[in-house]
């Protein structure tokens, strides 16, 4: 059975930055496209980011990109979002994702099989 935990949520000032983490247990990393989702109070989750299995390929939501950055360590078994600059409009519960296959755009939360449970960010204006 495959696990996702999120951890690194928190609250930050504006401008400010934090590194979200998914630890990935059950499969070896490499097994999985992994993304990220976020969903704001009375909004519908979306797409904030991806990585391929390989680390080649990446993609972000317009709204975050050049702003964060997806990575994957296969050693650790867990990914990551480094989030600079933040903005209060990126307060949001985020949500790490896996899935077996590589899609572009990645972005369809209804393809990804595995989810964690959530880390809360908060950033005040």
């Known amino acids: 059975q495959v696990q996702l935990v999120e951890s690194g949520g928190g609250l930050v000032q504006a401008g400010g930055s934090l590194r979200l983490s998914c630890a990935v247990s059950?499969?070896?990393?490499?097994?999985?496209?992994m993304g990220w989702f976020r969903q704001a109070p009375g909004k519908e989750r979306e797409f904030v980011s991806a990585i391929s299995r390989s680390g080649t390929y990446m993609w972000y939501a317009d709204s975050v990109k050049g702003r964060f950055t997806i990575s994957r360590d296969g050693a650790k078994n867990t990914v990551y979002l480094r989030m600079n600059s933040l903005k209060p409009e990126d307060t949001a519960l985020y949500y790490c994702?896996?899935?077996?296959?590589?899609?572009?755009?990645?972005?369809?939360?209804?393809?990804?099989?595995?989810w964690g449970q959530g880390t809360q960010v908060t950033v005040s204006s």
């Open positions: 994702a896996a899935r077996r296959d590589w899609a572009d755009p990645p972005n369809r939360g209804s393809e990804y099989d595995y």
């Open positions: 059950g499969r070896a990393l490499s097994t999985y496209v």
